[in-house]
């Protein structure tokens, strides 16, 4: 059973816009979000977190939601890059330091 | 800093074959991790180790072993390679109160 669940695949968006990319996750004991984005021939790279003490986190033009009520998260991307393509990852972890639990990853098409 | 290093880059391997993937990291991170990656299916754990000298499974182990004798090196072997194992694998390290550094990948092919 997949406890990190990102259902879109793929996501195409135009230079400029804001991208968003859902993540939902069905273990409640999870109180430690992060989105990792991966470009090809790449490891993935860090690159925002989220604890469950707060609903928001922001770093320049990525910001993260946790709707603990919905167990759900978004990343919010504002505005959009071409350097922005790549595939992100959903992960989450109980109390930071237990293995991260993966989503399937989303791929960002970011069109100039 | 190198950060998380990754030996080899890509191998082939036929059946029933054997290989030892290395992981090196300089951070001094405690925490280690392998992972793989296939098509539509994200990250997958495969072992982990919480320090020196110890080691656990995660999601996926079976075919794999894996050996922390050095802090800074975690070791991913295939005893007896099966084309299952194609896919491209991911060594990560973490320090408490940090997040996972990750590694290049190594590409495997088990014809």
């Known amino acids: 059973d997949q406890q990190v669940k990102q259902n879109s695949p793929s996501l195409s968006v135009q230079e400029g816009r804001i991208s968003i990319l859902n993540c939902d996750y069905t273990n409640s004991m999870f109180d430690y979000f992060l989105w990792y984005k991966k470009y090809p021939a790449e490891g993935p790279t860090f690159l925002i977190s989220i604890s469950s003490i707060k609903d928001k986190n922001e770093d320049g033009r990525f910001t993260v939601f946790l709707n603990k009520s919905a167990k759900h998260l978004s990343l919010h991307i504002v505005p959009s890059q071409p350097g922005d393509s790549a595939v992100y990852f959903c992960a989450a972890s109980r109390s930071g330091n237990t293995p991260l639990v993966f989503g399937k990853g989303t791929r960002l098409s970011v069109i100039a | 800093n190198a950060g998380v290093t990754q030996t080899p880059k890509f191998r082939v391997l036929k059946t029933g074959q054997s290989m030892t993937l290395l992981c090196a990291q300089d951070m001094n991170h405690e925490y280690m991790y392998w992972y793989r990656q296939d098509p539509g299916m994200g990250l997958r754990l495969i072992h982990y180790?919480?320090?020196?000298?110890?080691?656990a499974k995660g999601e996926v182990p079976d075919g794999y072993n894996v050996s922390r004798l050095k802090k800074q090196n975690f070791l991913l072997g295939l005893e007896s390679a099966a084309p299952s194992q194609t896919s491209v694998y991911f060594c990560a390290s973490l320090k408490q109160g940090t997040e996972q550094f990750f590694g290049p990948g190594t590409r495997l092919t088990v014809l």
């Open positions: 180790s919480v320090g020196e000298g110890t080691t």
